[in-house]
């Protein structure tokens, strides 16, 4: 069974900091998907950022990008420039072949002005 | 415009009575997905469906039921088999095949609240 899990119930930044959030996961199979998606207050589900498991390469969004270890199943998330809109709960989440789509318990992170 | 309508954004009922949670789409995805999301449990599935009349289980299935007829429907029924249902309830949807990058797209949720 695929599980994904988030070491870091909360976490802090400054504004203009880094920072990076963790991830790692478990599953069977080569071919998959993983995705982190940010809730804000409001509750909607916004995608952040998506990386293909066969690709080598980590996925970067202007100030967010991964480090993907796919040997490790680690999939961390980091934050440049952090800033004041930043500040939400995020979601890692895994999706294998069969399309069912797992999410771990969420990072909820503060930035400081 | 395109995108996924769950209604009512809140819902109240009494204890021992059933619930259904409505869930459309017109992004003309075919896989949706049901959650429920608890004060530092996540995001855990309920239920899932790749192509209209079949679903699967999720993690959390028991005291839930749902139904596919309609490619843009996915309704959820809270059945007073299901211990505590009072949580907030997320619908998802995504395409199948093609690129399997792409993402779910999320509906606002229902919060359920049983008295």
């Known amino acids: 069974a695929q599980t994904v899990t988030q070491s870091q119930p909360e976490m802090s930044v400054q504004e203009a900091e880094t920072v990076t959030l963790s991830c790692t996961y478990d599953?069977?199979?080569?071919?998959?998907?993983l995705f982190w998606y940010k809730q804000p207050p409001s509750r909607q589900m916004i995608l952040v950022i998506r990386q293909e498991a066969y690709k080598q390469q980590n996925a970067t969004e202007n100030r967010f990008s991964v480090n993907f270890q796919k040997a490790a199943k680690s999939f961390s998330l980091k934050i440049s420039d952090s800033q004041l809109g930043d500040a939400a709960m995020y979601f890692c989440?895994?999706?294998?072949?069969?399309?069912?789509?797992?999410f771990g318990k969420g990072t909820l992170l503060t930035v400081n002005p | 415009d395109g995108g996924i309508t769950q209604s009512p954004k809140y819902l109240f009922r009494k204890e021992g009575q059933n619930v259904t949670l409505s869930c459309e789409q017109n992004?003309?995805?075919?896989?949706m997905y049901w959650y429920r999301q608890d004060p530092g449990q996540g995001l855990r599935l309920i239920y899932y469906s790749q192509i209209v009349n079949d679903f699967q289980k999720g993690d959390i299935a028991e005291g839930y039921s749902v139904s596919r007829e309609k490619k843009e429907s996915f309704p959820l029924t809270v059945t007073s088999a299901q211990k505590n249902p009072t949580a907030f309830y997320l619908c998802?949807?995504?395409?199948?095949?093609?690129?399997?990058?792409?993402?779910?797209?999320f509906g606002q949720g229902t919060r359920l609240t049983v008295v």
């Open positions: 599953t069977s199979e080569s071919d998959y998907y």
């Open positions: 998802a949807s995504s395409l199948v095949g093609g690129p399997m990058n792409t993402e779910a797209f």
């Open positions: 992004l003309n995805h075919d896989a």
């Open positions: 989440a895994h999706r294998g072949s069969n399309y069912k789509l797992t």
